[in-house]
């Protein structure tokens, strides 16, 4: 019985808090609250470098990235572009040389994989528009065997159509070469 008596109490304790609670708050003056001029809707802004974890080892980027990417925004979230748009989330492991982060035109990624990310924001109807060989080399190459992607500017973009041609005769002799030296080794 005293228990059941105890439990009693306290609920009653509890009841009583929180209408106390309920009376306080309410009497007190609103806090007001911060909304954009342009909508009704709450705007957030962020505290910190979103790309201050990656720019900690690698220094080269330390200023952040350089060209088109560093004014990008994100069409998917309207945000600027970070590294983790691109490179994804990292593991606690990444630090121990683990290839968790996406690396462009090296073979620790299928061709296929390097080009899905690129696609999340460039559209491959832009891409055909702007010129033909994107839709031919889209599942053989990787789009960084032609464009850098870090660089202040581009050396690709605004190639008149001799530097075109000469871009694709370079690569695809190289192939030539390769494909003789294959055939020739037993």
């Given at each position: 019985?005293?228990?059941?008596?105890?439990?009693?109490?306290?609920g009653?304790?509890?009841?009583?808090?929180?209408?106390?609670?309920?009376?306080?708050?309410?009497?007190?003056?609103?806090?007001?609250?911060?909304?954009?001029?342009?909508?009704?809707?709450?705007?957030?802004?962020?505290?910190?470098?979103?790309?201050?974890?990656?720019?900690q080892?690698h220094?080269?980027?330390?200023?952040?990235?350089?060209?088109?990417?560093?004014?990008?925004?994100?069409?998917n979230?309207?945000?600027?572009?970070?590294?983790?748009n691109?490179?994804?989330?990292?593991?606690?492991?990444h630090?121990?040389?683990?290839?968790d982060?996406?690396?462009?035109?090296?073979?620790?990624?299928?061709?296929?994989?390097?080009?899905?990310?690129?696609?999340?924001?460039?559209?491959?109807?832009?891409?055909?528009?702007?010129?033909?060989?994107?839709?031919?080399?889209i599942?053989?190459?990787?789009?960084?065997?032609?464009?850098?992607?870090?660089?202040?500017?581009?050396?690709?973009?605004?190639?008149?159509?001799k530097?075109?041609?000469?871009l694709?005769?370079?690569?695809?002799?190289?192939?030539?070469?390769q494909?003789?030296?294959?055939?020739?080794t037993?």
């Open positions: 019985m005293g228990s059941l008596r105890s439990l009693f109490k306290g009653l304790l509890m009841l009583v808090s929180m209408f106390a609670l309920t009376t306080m708050s309410s009497s007190a003056e609103p806090v007001p609250e911060q909304k954009t001029e342009a909508s009704s809707e709450y705007k957030v802004e962020l505290q910190r470098n979103r790309d201050y974890a990656c720019t080892c220094k080269d980027t330390k200023d952040g990235m350089h060209g088109a990417h560093s004014k990008a925004i994100n069409p979230n309207q945000l600027p572009v970070t590294c983790t691109c490179h994804g989330k990292i593991t606690p492991e630090r121990n040389g683990v290839a982060a996406m690396r462009f035109n090296e073979d620790v990624f299928p061709v296929d994989k390097q080009n899905q990310v690129c696609m999340t924001c460039h559209q491959l109807e832009k891409l055909r528009t702007a010129l033909w060989a994107h839709d031919v080399h599942l053989k190459t990787s789009c960084a065997s032609c464009h850098q992607l870090h660089p202040t500017k581009d050396p690709v973009q605004g190639l008149d159509q530097g075109q041609i000469k694709c005769v370079d690569c695809h002799s190289k192939q030539q070469q494909y003789q030296k294959e055939k020739e037993p």
